[in-house]
């Protein structure tokens, strides 16, 4: 059965049925926040609070388990009103500021149709590139169908000129910012990429919810994640979220594409498919335990070309028995857990551990370097309403992951989807730092990052764990001497600093000035440094997040 072209016709049509001939969504809004960072930032504080017991690394947050904690402050401040007497300067009034653009309301339906923005212009220092920008325009189109069924659309055109490096990255990956498949490369580092996706959503009870569509997921509580992030692009998927007392439990289903054209059959892109399980137990109001664990398979080794099995989609096995049990090359599997401790209000501690192939022996030669026992881990600290201070968010993160960590003996099922990494954006073999800080004041929003670390690259042909893109036995001479940072090491510092103010309170729309500045080091002095500064200016709706913190 041809199993992406199966689920690619129902999610057209449920969508189409949903949104093209019903036109309708709970309270006008979907059942689960988009997953930005400006929306997190929203309820950080009140979810920070030792009073409430939330399930802070399943994401994105469902609005239903939101709406049941007491937030007594309205972050972006009261709505603006200038006090037009004309009927349609009230309107533009309210759609610029405060309200949703259209909003159409029935007895049983509710729909909210706003604009997406994102133009940006800048002017980095790099050399053999004029003028940067960024142009976005689409429509995001969220709402409700009684009480039960929710659902969002989003359908955008995306043109930018890049600097040199990053419009480089986007060619030879064919994917831009992780949001869409190159579509056209226009010369001059312009690039144009469509956008598209969306969701139904099903919430019978609260204890179940049901969601059909094409988007990304996040599992973790952290700005990175080491089990699945949204730096790569959305995909189709199929999630089931259980909540029962002081546990959640998510299974989600999804189709990956490895796009490279070594990898394609017939001229068509290579799938894959990935089932997830992920256990949240809140222990009590302070602590949480969860456990994690994937398997991706497709066309694989001792089951070549047997795409989807059925045998994934038992919602409560342990995967590593399943896969001895077709066969030792049957699929990737890796397991993993997270944790996370409230210290006092506001400030939560917590902490991400992977875990794949592991060999006893060899971790008595952990510190030779022994090639097996591919981990990552991470560990941060976030502190809403940091020192008091009413708006002030910080954050600080380590994070890190061996040689290997990711990749696959076959490297169809590694850990990926359309070439960029399903987890952290430097693949493997890396250590990173990461600060940040949000000071948000009412409407005015200032934001800045730094994202520090060191990796490595693979030299002269061999392998040396730092490419998840190969397979852990092409390359690899050597049982010993693998470390972080092995090969030709890199050093890379990315630094943001932005102030924006928040037009409208329902979207978040903003306008925007900030610098973005970058520095890529190599050990290898013929490799030339990668340094600018990128100065900016523009308007976003933040409805999904950027990232060019990446090496």
């Given at each position: 059965?041809?199993?992406?072209?199966?689920?690619?016709?129902?999610?057209?049509?449920?969508?189409?049925?949903?949104?093209?001939?019903?036109?309708?969504?709970?309270?006008?809004?979907?059942?689960?926040?988009?997953?930005?960072?400006?929306?997190?930032?929203?309820?950080?504080?009140?979810?920070?609070?030792?009073?409430?017991?939330?399930?802070?690394?399943?994401?994105?947050?469902?609005?239903?388990?939101?709406?049941?904690?007491?937030?007594?402050?309205?972050?972006?401040?009261?709505?603006?009103?200038?006090?037009?007497?004309?009927?349609?300067?009230?309107?533009?009034?309210?759609?610029?500021?405060?309200?949703?653009?259209?909003?159409?309301?029935?007895?049983?339906?509710?729909?909210?149709?706003?604009?997406?923005?994102?133009?940006?212009?800048?002017?980095?220092?790099?050399?053999?590139?004029?003028?940067?920008?960024?142009?976005?325009?689409?429509?995001?189109?969220?709402?409700?169908?009684?009480?039960?069924?929710?659902?969002?659309?989003?359908?955008?055109?995306?043109?930018?000129?890049?600097?040199?490096?990053?419009?480089?990255?986007?060619?030879?990956?064919?994917?831009?910012?992780?949001?869409?498949?190159?579509?056209?490369?226009?010369?001059?580092?312009?690039?144009?990429?469509?956008?598209?996706?969306?969701?139904?959503?099903?919430?019978?009870?609260?204890?179940?919810?049901?969601?059909?569509?094409?988007?990304?997921?996040?599992?973790?509580?952290?700005?990175?994640?080491?089990?699945?992030?949204?730096?790569?692009?959305?995909?189709?998927?199929?999630?089931?979220?259980?909540?029962?007392?002081?546990?959640?439990?998510?299974?989600?289903?999804?189709?990956?594409?490895?796009?490279?054209?070594?990898?394609?059959?017939?001229?068509?892109?290579?799938?894959?498919?990935?089932?997830?399980?992920?256990?949240?137990?809140?222990?009590?109001?302070?602590?949480?335990?969860?456990?994690?664990?994937?398997?991706?398979?497709?066309?694989?080794?001792?089951?070549?070309?047997?795409?989807?099995?059925?045998?994934?989609?038992?919602?409560?096995?342990?995967?590593?028995?399943?896969?001895?049990?077709?066969?030792?090359?049957?699929?990737?599997?890796?397991?993993?857990?997270?944790?996370?401790?409230?210290?006092?209000?506001?400030?939560?501690?917590?902490?991400?551990?992977?875990?794949?192939?592991?060999?006893?022996?060899?971790?008595?030669?952990?510190?030779?370097?022994?090639?097996?026992?591919?981990?990552?881990?991470?560990?941060?600290?976030?502190?809403?309403?940091?020192?008091?201070?009413?708006?002030?968010?910080?954050?600080?993160?380590?994070?890190?992951?061996?040689?290997?960590?990711?990749?696959?003996?076959?490297?169809?099922?590694n850990y990926s989807h359309q070439n960029y990494p399903l987890a952290h954006p430097w693949g493997s073999s890396f250590k990173e730092f990461v600060f940040k800080g949000t000071y948000q004041?009412?409407?005015?929003?200032?934001?800045?990052?730094?994202?520090?670390?060191?990796?490595?690259?693979?030299?002269?042909?061999?392998?040396?764990?730092?490419?998840?893109?190969?397979?852990?036995?092409?390359?690899?001479?050597?049982?010993?001497?693998?470390?972080?940072?092995?090969?030709?090491?890199?050093?890379?510092?990315?630094?943001?600093?932005?102030?924006?103010?928040?037009?409208?309170?329902?979207?978040?729309?903003?306008?925007?000035?900030?610098?973005?500045?970058?520095?890529?080091?190599?050990?290898?002095?013929?490799?030339?440094?990668?340094?600018?500064?990128?100065?900016?200016?523009?308007?976003?709706?933040?409805?999904?997040?950027?990232?060019?913190?990446?090496?």
């Amino acid at each position: 059965m041809n199993f992406k072209s199966t689920f690619n016709s129902v999610y057209v049509w449920s969508t189409f049925v949903l949104t093209g001939v019903l036109f309708l969504p709970l309270y006008g809004q979907y059942e689960y926040v988009p997953l930005s960072w400006e929306y997190r930032m929203i309820n950080e504080a009140a979810l920070l609070d030792t009073g409430v017991a939330f399930h802070h690394s399943v994401r994105n947050y469902r609005r239903s388990e939101i709406g049941n904690v007491n937030q007594t402050r309205f972050i972006y401040g009261d709505s603006v009103s200038l006090r037009f007497e004309n009927k349609v300067l009230r309107w533009f009034e309210g759609a610029v500021f405060n309200n949703n653009f259209i909003r159409l309301k029935g007895k049983d339906y509710e729909v909210n149709i706003n604009p997406i923005l994102n133009l940006e212009i800048g002017n980095p220092t790099s050399p053999g590139v004029g003028v940067n920008y960024l142009n976005t325009r689409g429509v995001w189109i969220e709402g409700a169908v009684g009480k039960h069924v929710t659902f969002y659309s989003m359908l955008s055109e995306n043109m930018g000129r890049f600097p040199l490096n990053y419009y480089n990255h986007y060619r030879s990956t064919q994917r831009v910012m992780g949001w869409g498949v190159l579509n056209y490369d226009m010369g001059d580092s312009v690039l144009d990429f469509p956008m598209a996706m969306g969701a139904v959503t099903y919430t019978p009870n609260h204890l179940f919810s049901f969601t059909f569509g094409n988007d990304k997921q996040f599992l973790g509580e952290g700005y990175r994640s080491m089990l699945l992030s949204d730096w790569a692009m959305n995909y189709p998927y199929f999630k089931i979220e259980t909540t029962f007392g002081n546990v959640k439990y998510l299974n989600l289903y999804a189709v990956q594409t490895d796009p490279r054209p070594s990898m394609r059959q017939g001229g068509l892109n290579r799938y894959k498919y990935t089932s997830i399980h992920y256990l949240s137990w809140n222990v009590n109001r302070r602590l949480n335990f969860s456990a994690f664990e994937s398997m991706v398979w497709g066309g694989d080794t001792t089951l070549h070309n047997s795409g989807f099995d059925i045998h994934m989609l038992n919602p409560v096995i342990m995967y590593r028995p399943v896969e001895k049990g077709l066969g030792a090359a049957a699929g990737n599997a890796m397991i993993g857990v997270s944790s996370s401790y409230l210290l006092f209000r506001g400030l939560r501690l917590y902490g991400q551990f992977a875990l794949d192939d592991f060999q006893l022996a060899a971790a008595r030669q952990y510190s030779d370097g022994h090639w097996l026992n591919f981990y990552s881990w991470q560990m941060g600290a976030r502190y809403a309403d940091a020192f008091g201070i009413e708006g002030l968010f910080l954050l600080v993160e380590h994070n890190a992951a061996r040689p290997f960590m990711y990749a696959h003996r076959t490297v169809e099922t590694n850990y990926s989807h359309q070439n960029y990494p399903l987890a952290h954006p430097w693949g493997s073999s890396f250590k990173e730092f990461v600060f940040k800080g949000t000071y948000q004041r009412k409407r005015l929003v200032l934001d800045a990052m730094v994202s520090y670390g060191y990796g490595g690259r693979d030299t002269a042909g061999l392998n040396l764990g730092n490419d998840i893109f190969r397979s852990y036995g092409e390359g690899r001479e050597e049982t010993l001497g693998y470390f972080i940072g092995g090969g030709n090491r890199y050093h890379f510092m990315f630094t943001e600093a932005k102030l924006g103010y928040v037009m409208n309170i329902q979207t978040g729309a903003r306008v925007e000035a900030g610098i973005r500045l970058r520095n890529l080091v190599f050990k290898n002095d013929d490799i030339p440094q990668d340094n600018f500064a990128w100065y900016f200016l523009g308007v976003r709706t933040p409805l999904f997040n950027r990232y060019f913190d990446h090496p």
